[in-house]
């Protein structure tokens, strides 16, 4: 058997509605939205799906706030694209290429579907909380909640819904689409899965924020009122207690490079030359 197949699903229920869409969750079946992450691996455990795509959410769409609202099922391609995502553009770019995947996955993997795979190197999360980005979720009892998307992912293949719930969308505040952002990503090889990514966004009103993934089990956010110094922020990331082990890198070397990742965010979101940055995508 390959890792792509899917050989315990015996059923695929193809909702109308939000009622038969929290009844197939409740019964045990699983999302689909692109299908990326559930064939990139072994799911042994499935007995059936619930295909998202057949309730045609939009895209993005605007909010009155001027923030913006993206799908769950929303491709990572649709969302770089997209008009209205203009002003993150490059950001959103630089942040999706930390995701080892192709072109094709680019086209038919889907943002919050990587949030709702939970991996630490999850490129989508590292987007999402460095945007401030909001989860909506919707809950059988035809109601919703909202939980920040640094809060969304709690382990490795953990996340914070329950069961029936699901991931409606992300909520971008209209901040997030002035601010100044900076990616840094290391890994073991230069086409390897990401073993530290470090994001910072950096906001008209002086605001930083620095986001850890892929070097922690879940994702990691450090908030400073005024820019920090690149070596006090490099420290701050580098006093996070947890670090992932596994075989794309050990703690501390995570560790060690992601404190070399922050000292460069940091020197690209203020410009300050005192450390100059490294832009080596491999260690």
């Not at 059923?11 to 045990?28: C, I, K, Q, S």
């Not at 995502?85 to 038919?108: M, N, V």
């Not at 530290?196 to 956010?221: E, I």
Request: a neutral charge; one cysteine or more; hydrophobic letters at 45%.
């Amino acid at each position: 058997m390959s890792a792509v197949d899917l050989v315990t699903v015996t059923a695929l229920h193809r909702p109308t509605g939000r009622d038969d869409l929290h009844a197939a969750l409740l019964a045990g079946a699983t999302p689909l939205a692109g299908g990326t992450a559930l064939h990139g691996e072994r799911h042994e455990h499935l007995g059936a799906l619930v295909d998202l795509l057949d309730l045609r959410w939009p895209d993005v769409e605007p909010l009155p706030d001027g923030g913006l609202r993206v799908a769950a099922t929303a491709t990572l391609r649709t969302a770089l694209d997209h008009p209205l995502t203009a002003p993150i553009r490059p950001f959103l770019h630089d942040a999706f290429s930390c995701l080892l995947a192709s072109w094709k996955i680019w086209s038919r993997g889907t943002w919050g579907g990587n949030l709702c795979a939970a991996l630490p190197a999850g490129a989508g999360t590292a987007a999402a909380c460095t945007l401030g980005a909001v989860a909506e979720i919707w809950t059988p009892d035809g109601g919703a909640r909202e939980v920040p998307a640094a809060q969304f992912v709690r382990a490795p293949g953990v996340t914070c819904l329950a069961p029936g719930e699901v991931l409606r969308a992300l909520r971008i505040p209209a901040s997030a689409l002035t601010a100044r952002y900076a990616v840094r990503r290391h890994s073991l090889v230069p086409s390897g899965r990401s073993s530290s990514v470090v994001t910072g966004r950096l906001d008209p009103g002086g605001r930083c924020t620095l986001v850890v993934t892929a070097a922690v089990p879940a994702p990691q956010v450090l908030t400073w009122d005024r820019p920090p110094m690149a070596d006090a922020a490099a420290a701050a990331v580098r006093g996070l207690p947890l670090w992932h082990d596994d075989p794309q890198g050990h703690p501390s070397w995570r560790r060690h490079v992601a404190g070399i990742a922050a000292l460069a965010v940091v020197t690209d979101l203020t410009g300050d030359t005192t450390h100059p940055p490294t832009r080596e995508a491999s260690c």
